[in-house]
C-alpha cells in the first residue's frame, strides 16, 4: 500500500484556531506506530503545479492566494491566515492527491493523509479549503486520458459543495454527496446526487441509505475511477458534525465502499477530509480505522483485479 502525507510542510497557526493541523503529523505517528502501515509505504508530497490548479480554478483566484493579494474577505471565507507556509502547505496537499492518483492507477488503491478539499469552488476557497485537491485529480485523469469518467464519493458530514459547482456542467465528472442536511455550507449546490441526512443520523440508518444510494451514483456514473473523500466529522464525537455515527458504523462505512469497488475493479484514491473531536483521539482513531479496513479489503483486491 502507498500512501502520501503531507505535513512535512508545517503551519503555524495562531493559538486557538479550531482547526486541528497537528493532527496530519499525529495520524501518520499513529498508523505506524499501530502496525497498520509501515514507513517505507509512507511517501512526500510535492507541490502540484500551478498548470494543474488552474485547469480546474480561476486564474486570478489562483494568482491572488499565491502571492497574498487575496482581499481580507475572502481570505475570511477559507477561515485560515495566509502565510507562505499555508501556501506551501496548500499547494502539496493538491499535490499529494495527484501522487496518489499515479500511486492507484498502477496499484488499485491509494491513500493521501491530507486532501479532501471539497468546498473550495471555481474562484473561491471556503471552509478551511483553498484549492480543490479532488477537482484537480480528476481534471488530471480527464486531460491525459487516464479516465474517461470519474466518480467522486463525498462521505464527509459537510456538502462537497465546491467539487458541485466546479462540475456542474462536466458530465465526466459524477458528484455524489452525504452530508448532513443542516449542516455547514447553508447553501449547498447541486450535486449529481444528494443525501441530505437529519441531525442525529446513527450507524443503521447511515449504512443503509448509503448503500442504496452508492449503488445508484455507480450504476448512473459508470466510472473507471473513484476519488473519496473520508471524512470522519460523521462521528458522534465531532464538534462539528451532529451525526451520530460510532467507531464502528464508520469504519463499516469505509469497507461497504471498499467492498463496492474492489468488486467492480475500480481503481481508488481516499483522501482524509474532516474530523474536528476534542481532543483529538477519536478523530486519529476513526481515521487509522480507514486504513485497517483499507489494508484488509484491497490487500486481496490487488491479486484479484489489478
Known amino acids: 500500500m502507498r500512501v502520501v502525507y503531507t505535513d512535512h510542510f508545517a503551519v503555524p497557526l495562531p493559538p486557538g484556531h479550531r482547526f486541528p493541523m497537528h493532527k496530519y503529523a499525529e495520524l501518520r505517528r499513529k498508523l505506524v506506530a499501530d502496525g497498520v502501515l509501515r514507513e517505507d509505504e509512507l511517501f512526500p508530497a510535492r507541490p502540484a503545479p500551478v498548470e494543474a490548479l488552474l485547469a480546474v480554478h480561476d486564474e486570478g483566484y489562483v494568482r491572488g492566494y499565491l502571492d497574498g493579494s487575496l482581499d481580507a474577505k475572502a481570505l475570511a471565507r477559507i477561515g485560515f491566515p495566509w502565510s507562505p507556509a499555508m501556501v506551501a502547505r496548500t ?12 500511486f492507484a492507477l498502477a496499484d488499485g488503491f491509494a491513500g493521501v493523509l491530507a486532501g479532501g478539499t471539497h468546498h473550495a469552488g471555481r474562484a473561491f476557497g471556503a471552509g478551511f479549503c483553498v484549492f480543490n485537491d479532488l477537482a484537480v485529480a480528476a481534471a488530471s485523469l480527464l486531460g491525459r486520458g487516464a479516465a474517461r469518467r470519474v466518480l467522486v464519493v463525498d462521505l464527509d458530514v459537510h456538502q462537497g459543495d465546491g467539487t458541485a459547482e466546479i462540475f456542474a456542467a462536466d458530465e465526466r465528472v459524477f458528484t455524489f454527496s452525504v452530508h448532513g ?6 447553501r449547498k449546490q447541486l450535486s449529481d446526487l444528494d443525501v441530505p441526512l437529519r441531525d442525529g443520523t446513527a450507524d443503521d440508518e447511515y449504512l443503509a441509505s448509503l448503500d442504496t444510494h452508492l449503488a445508484q451514483a455507480l450504476e448512473r456514473s459508470r ?3 473513484v476519488l473519496y473523500q473520508g471524512g470522519v466529522d460523521p462521528l458522534e464525537h465531532d464538534r462539528l458534525g451532529r451525526l451520530k455515527l460510532t467507531q464502528a458504523g464508520l469504519a463499516e462505512r469505509d469497507r461497504l465502499v471498499f467492498t463496492r469497488l474492489r468488486e467492480r475493479g475500480l481503481p481508488l484514491v481516499a ?8 481532543p483529538i483521539e477519536p478523530t486519529l482513531e476513526a481515521h487509522v480505522n480507514t486504513y485497517r479496513v483499507a ?3 484491497f490487500g486481496a483486491a490487488r491479486a ?3
Open 271 to 278: 483522501t482524509l477530509g474532516g474530523g474536528y473531536s476534542d
Open 181 to 186: 442536511e443542516r449542516n455547514f455550507p447553508l
Open 295 to 297: 489494508r484488509d479489503v
Open 91 to 102: 499547494l502539496a496537499s493538491a499535490g499529494g492527491t495527484l501522487l496518489a492518483v499515479e
Open 304 to 306: 484479484d483485479h489489478f
Open 223 to 225: 466510472p473507471d475511477f
